[in-house]
């Protein structure tokens, strides 16, 4: 069974940083992409960031200047800065990762609980 476990979240004014953390537990063999999306209230689920093992990154247009994703392999681990907070990053923020169960399986998906980020003005 893989979970993903997040943290980080909480109540910040516009201006200010925060730390998102997401970790694989579980029985596995390999994660390869992590990424981070947020919902918010009335939108759909968007995608924030993605990293490869390999440590390749995407950003979307609306945060590349400000968050930074990185990975620790090791720890299975995803974390993602976040500077210069926005109203509109207000969001619940949600870990996916896609893993790979064991061979000769392909990766699936899976998601965290979500942690929430409200950026007051």
């Known amino acids: 069974q893989v979970q993903l476990v997040e943290s980080g979240g909480g109540l910040v004014q516009a201006g200010e940083s925060l730390r998102l953390s997401c970790a694989a537990s579980?029985?596995?063999?390999?994660?390869?992409?992590m990424s981070w999306y947020r919902q918010a209230t009335g939108n759909q689920r968007e995608l924030v960031a993605r990293?490869?093992?390999?440590?390749?990154?995407h950003y979307s247009d609306s945060v590349k200047d400000r968050f930074s994703i990185s990975i620790d392999n090791a720890k299975n681990a995803v974390y993602l800065q976040m500077n210069s907070l926005k109203t509109e990053d207000t969001a619940v923020y949600y870990c996916?990762?896609?893993?790979?169960?064991?061979?000769?399986?392909?990766?699936?998906?899976?998601w965290g609980q979500g942690t929430q980020v409200t950026v007051g003005s």
């Open positions: 996916y990762a896609d893993i790979v169960p064991g061979p000769p399986y392909s990766p699936r998906g899976f």
């Open positions: 990293i490869t093992s390999g440590g390749a990154t």
């Open positions: 579980g029985s596995f063999f390999r994660v390869d992409v």
